[in-house]
């Protein structure tokens, strides 16, 4: 005999359970409310009864005529409690960033020989480092800025992680509490050794060396310890310095590799000892990241046996060095084939380096690619612990959806996910347009250099341009020192023309892919059209608007060196709208909840490459129509007969510089 789950089921068996599996619970009721319709029959029970089993294991199964979850503790109860949200009541794992609508029904019948046994994970602790996280920072949701983050933790759990750095600096402190409530582990940046105050806030006035200080130091540790020790913590080991930067740039007495590494030793023996006094089973990891790894890799560093080692991509998703500044010596970022140590990683869907990488785009190399580096991750038994920077998630959704299930299930098919995650959210009728389009967007991306994984993303079309203007405007006699990792170029004419020929080539690549995926759009229907509006299509034009504005925008550059400083004035200035039109592009997505989710865009910042070119716009405007600014005027504002008479010089108050734009674009645009 079937069961029935309808809007009366009531949910028992709550006694003795933890404030993190009552969250759920509630979940799965306002699930309950959204799904089904009023019904005057009486529903089946949901219980929740404990049972001996692995932790963060749990069975569904139809038992005395109501559903039972059973589990041992509460990630086991809570991913349970997700499984019938996903299950039967058809709500997937990011339905609240994606705008889903489930189907409304009466109720859902459940066979009585219906039975679910869940399989461990392939990864041990697995989750996300919300990161750069400027978007979820000012952003509300009913009014609620917490609401954001109670989201986005619960999103995590519905894709069974367990594990969380919940946000950056202040945020990390902050929210932490909230993760912890929820279920989650709690990790810590690479930067924030046991989630302890940064020194330089603690003591702004003091140099942060800890040579000078190791007793401030050490009080900052043992507070943080002290104030996590009722949470369940994936303790982070380490020592950087107080900007993400090596920590000898704040204490130059640290100048070998032998000093460096003897400190990092000594520091990261200090805190393991610290952590294991108070709990011996404590996990405990350290981020072999950017110049830590060289470290490691030259046998400076010397750790315990028991700690995670945390190996980290490049900010592309290659698994070598990431590039800092100039410096990018790629050294492989795995661990020794057949080794058995406790290995994990640390891995971008999004990332930011003020050079080329993506933040308010999706990661801009394949989801085979992706793959094919986890699966390496795999192979060199890289699964004790996974950390996903996700940055604002909404943006990334895909590639997060994606290693969700690498980590749920130890493998992926590209094809296959892509064809699945379209159908789930943007619907059936839409799954192969949708899939299709998705496929292409690497395809599609520019690539900068020769490594298979030199692909740019959006800041590749505002930091460099922006890069080159202020190079421009302080400097013409030199080229820029920070594009070195892109460029051989002698000067700033050949630095410009190089970004010229990348970004013309990129931005009529992507009038190509808008104009299809225009074509899609006008062919979806449903809730998924406007969805491929908010995601795919958004992108895709805030690739072609930025590239667009970034080639006239060297355009602008050669025309000054070249002493045509109207032309570049002029081309200056329909960059700036080429920008302005790809701000506009995101905020005009900001519709229902996502009101001002795009207020805050500051990283990438396309608003500021506007704000910049328009002081460019005056910077030109000086050196050709300077000091006294009345030619140009006169060139687009006087008819002809009164041009050349120059009794008066100007009849009229001087222009503006953007009213003068307006003008020339209005006679010759």
Excluded at 77 to 92: K, T
Excluded at 107 to 133: L, M, Q
Excluded at 600 to 621: H, I, P, S, Y
Aim: charged share 30%; hydrophobic share 40%.
């Amino acid at each position: 005999m079937n069961i029935m789950i309808n809007k009366n089921s009531k949910i028992t068996g709550m006694d003795g359970k933890s404030e993190a599996v009552r969250r759920a619970v509630e979940a799965l009721r306002r699930d309950m409310a959204l799904v089904f319709e009023e019904s005057a029959e009486e529903g089946s029970d949901i219980c929740l009864i404990k049972e001996t089993m692995e932790p963060e294991q749990f069975v569904l199964q139809v038992e005395n005529g109501r559903l039972e979850v059973q589990a041992a503790e509460e990630l086991g109860f809570i991913y349970g409690i997700y499984e019938i949200s996903r299950v039967f009541l058809g709500i997937p794992a990011f339905w609240f960033w994606m705008d889903f609508v489930p189907d409304k029904k009466k109720e859902v019948r459940i066979p009585d020989t219906s039975f679910y046994h869940s399989e461990p994970c392939a990864v041990k602790y697995r989750g996300w480092f919300i990161n750069d996280e400027v978007l979820l920072h000012t952003w509300c949701v009913d009014r609620k800025k917490d609401k954001p983050w109670e989201m986005a933790f619960e999103t995590l759990l519905r894709c069974r992680g367990n594990t969380v750095i919940p946000g950056t600096d202040r945020n990390a402190g902050y929210y932490r509490k909230l993760a912890s409530e929820m279920g989650l582990y709690i990790a810590h940046h690479h930067a924030e050794p046991l989630g302890a105050e940064m020194f330089a806030r603690a003591y702004p006035e003091l140099n942060p060396s800890y040579a000078e200080y190791p007793e401030k130091f050490q009080k900052l540790w043992e507070d943080a310890v002290a104030l996590q020790k009722d949470m369940k913590v994936v303790w982070n080991l380490g020592f950087r310095g107080q900007g993400d930067c090596p920590f000898w740039e704040n204490d130059p007495q640290y100048a070998t590799d032998e000093a460096r590494g003897e400190l990092l030793s000594r520091l990261i023996r200090m805190q393991y000892d610290l952590v294991k006094e108070q709990n011996p089973n404590a996990v405990c990891s350290t981020n072999l990241y950017g110049e830590v790894m060289e470290l490691y890799r030259k046998g400076k560093i010397a750790l315990p046996e028991d700690v995670i080692k945390i190996w980290a991509d490049n900010g592309y998703g290659k698994m070598v060095s990431r590039r800092q500044n100039n410096h990018n010596p790629r050294i492989p970022a795995l661990p020794e084939e057949g080794n058995a140590e406790q290995n994990g990683i640390y891995y971008h869907v999004s990332f930011y380096d003020l050079q080329a990488a993506n933040h308010v785009t999706m990661l801009p190399n394949s989801a085979e690619f992706v793959i094919k580096e986890l699966n390496e991750v795999f192979r060199r038994n890289g699964k004790d612990l996974w950390l996903i920077n996700c940055s604002n998630i909404k943006p990334h959704i895909y590639f997060l959806d994606l290693i969700a299930q690498m980590w749920r299930k130890g493998t992926a098919d590209a094809e296959v996910h892509r064809h699945e995650y379209a159908r789930c959210y943007y619907g059936r009728e839409n799954e192969k347009k949708v899939a299709d389009c998705i496929s292409q967007y690497a395809e599609y991306a520019v690539k900068y250099g020769v490594h298979e994984d030199d692909h740019a993303g959006e800041q590749f079309a505002n930091h460099v341009a922006r890069m080159l203007m202020s190079q421009m405007m302080c400097d013409r006699t030199q080229r820029c020192s920070g594009l070195l990792w892109a460029t051989d170029a002698d000067d700033l004419r050949g630095q410009a023309a190089w970004y010229e020929t990348l970004c013309e080539e990129a931005a009529i690549r992507y009038a190509t892919y808008l104009e299809k995926c225009e074509r899609v759009r006008m062919d979806l229907s449903g809730a998924g059209k406007r969805l491929f509006e908010d995601t795919v299509l958004l992108q895709v034009s805030l690739f072609q608007n930025c590239y667009q504005g970034a080639a006239l925008a060297a355009k602008s550059i050669l025309a000054t060196l070249d002493g045509a400083y109207r032309t570049a004035f002029y081309l200056a200035g329909k960059a700036r709208k080429a920008y302005l039109s790809a701000d506009e592009a995101m905020r005009s997505r900001e519709h229902g909840k996502w009101h001002n989710f795009y207020a805050n865009e500051c990283l990438t910042d396309v608003k500021q490459t506007a704000w910049l070119l328009e002081n460019m716009m005056g910077f030109v405007r000086n050196l050709g129509d300077g000091p006294h600014f009345y030619e140009w005027q006169r060139e687009y504002l006087y008819p002809e007969e009164d041009r050349r008479v120059l009794l008066i010089l100007n009849m009229d108050n001087h222009l503006r510089d953007l009213e003068l734009f307006e003008l020339m674009e209005e006679r010759d645009g």
